[in-house]
């Protein structure tokens, strides 16, 4: 089955060269394609290094392709979290955690729909979705590590702004990298090298 992982990982990196293709999620044009394929590469060759599968590369791939996109245009396409969920789907059909799947993928969505709600919207969906998605994969408790090291992060980035005075305290901030940084940690976490 790793031959199918490493042509859907060489897909992605074709449909990237396309530049904004369609199905690359990008609205606008922008100088992200090339960064974003270097973080790929020396990223796949370091987990490959380290003895990850061609599934862990897929899910590092899609973190990265999103925390680009969501970087330069405060948005998380729809393909990729739903991507995300079919590569979650495969991995449980494979493990058997379908349980422990389901209840953390849901207590995350209610946890982060519940912050969209109480923020109007300074959470953006797009981020509950990928949350929701990063815990179908990572399941519980790496997800707990994953989204700690996230909004830590996130929250002393945005302190350092503010303190900057880059944004103000109405201002908002792509929560999506941070979402990606923290899949990250929950990967490793899961998956000791």
């Known amino acids: ?22 199905w690359w999620g990008a609205t606008r044009p922008r100088n992200i394609v090339g960064p974003t394929l270097l973080a790929i590469a020396v990223l796949t060759g370091i987990a490959k290094r380290f003895g990850f599968g061609w599934p862990d590369l897929i899910f590092l791939a899609v973190l990265i392709i999103v925390a680009a996109i969501d970087a330069d245009e405060r948005i998380i396409p729809n393909r990729w979290v739903v991507g995300l969920l079919a590569l979650g789907i495969y991995l449980h059909s494979l493990e058997g955690h379908w349980l422990n799947a389901v209840l953390t ?13 109480l923020t ?28 700690t090291v996230g909004l830590l992060t996130a929250a002393v980035v945005s302190l350092g702004l ?7 305290v109405k ?21 000791p090298f």
């Not at 993928?105 to 709600?117: R, Y």
């Not at 815990?135 to 994953?146: C, F, T």
Request: aromatic share 14%; proline share 4%.
């Open 162 to 168: 503010l303190a900057f005075r880059r944004v103000t």
């Open 1 to 22: 089955m790793s031959g199918v992982f490493q042509w859907v990982l060489w897909f992605l990196g074709i449909g990237l060269l396309g530049a904004l293709s369609p």
């Open 120 to 147: 109007r919207g300074g959470l953006g969906f797009g981020d509950v979705k990928l949350a929701l998605a990063e815990a179908w994969i990572l399941g519980y408790p790496a997800i707990v590590l994953g989204l």
């Open 105 to 117: 993928a849901g207590g995350t969505g209610l946890f982060f729909g519940l912050a969209h709600v």
């Open 171 to 191: 201002s908002t901030i792509p929560f999506g990298p941070f979402l990606a940084l923290g899949g990250l940690v929950g990967l490793l976490a899961i998956r």
